[in-house]
């Protein structure tokens, strides 16, 4: 079992910046590729960025690309997720979600392990 707790949500003006952190615990955190998403209220939770498990490879929804950044530090079991320029539709909750059995994964389906999410709400 992976246990994942994600922080660093809140309240930000549209042009502002947020970075979220994820901790995981209970297995070895470098075995695991990383990815965030997110849900939008009424919406289904899409994808946002993934990272490999040692960090050389990450990819990007289009909506994000430019504007967020995922990374992680393996000796702290944490992956992050700074996010700039942040504009009302990245309104959503995020997760970060881990897997073990792909080299990279931007599908939801594919991770196993999530974390309960955090709120990030953008003003106008």
């Known amino acids: 079992q992976v246990q994942l707790v994600e922080s660093g949500g809140g309240l930000v003006q549209a042009g502002g910046s947020l970075r979220l952190s994820c901790a995981a615990s209970?297995?070895?955190?470098?075995?695991?590729?990383m990815g965030w998403f997110r849900q939008a209220p009424g919406k289904e939770r899409e994808f946002v960025a993934q990272?490999?498990?040692?960090?050389?490879?990450?990819s990007y929804a289009d909506s994000v690309k430019g504007r967020f950044t995922i990374s992680r530090d393996n000796a702290k079991n944490t992956v992050y997720l700074q996010m700039n320029n942040l504009k009302p539709e990245d309104t959503a909750v995020y997760y970060c979600?881990?897997?073990?059995?792909?080299?990279?994964?931007?599908?939801?389906?594919?991770?196993?392990?999530w974390g309960q999410g955090t709120q990030v709400t953008v003003s106008s």
């Open positions: 209970g297995r070895t955190f470098s075995n695991y590729a």
């Open positions: 979600a881990a897997q073990d059995r792909y080299y990279i994964a931007t599908t939801e389906r594919l991770y196993n392990y």
């Open positions: 990272i490999s498990r040692s960090g050389s490879s990450t």
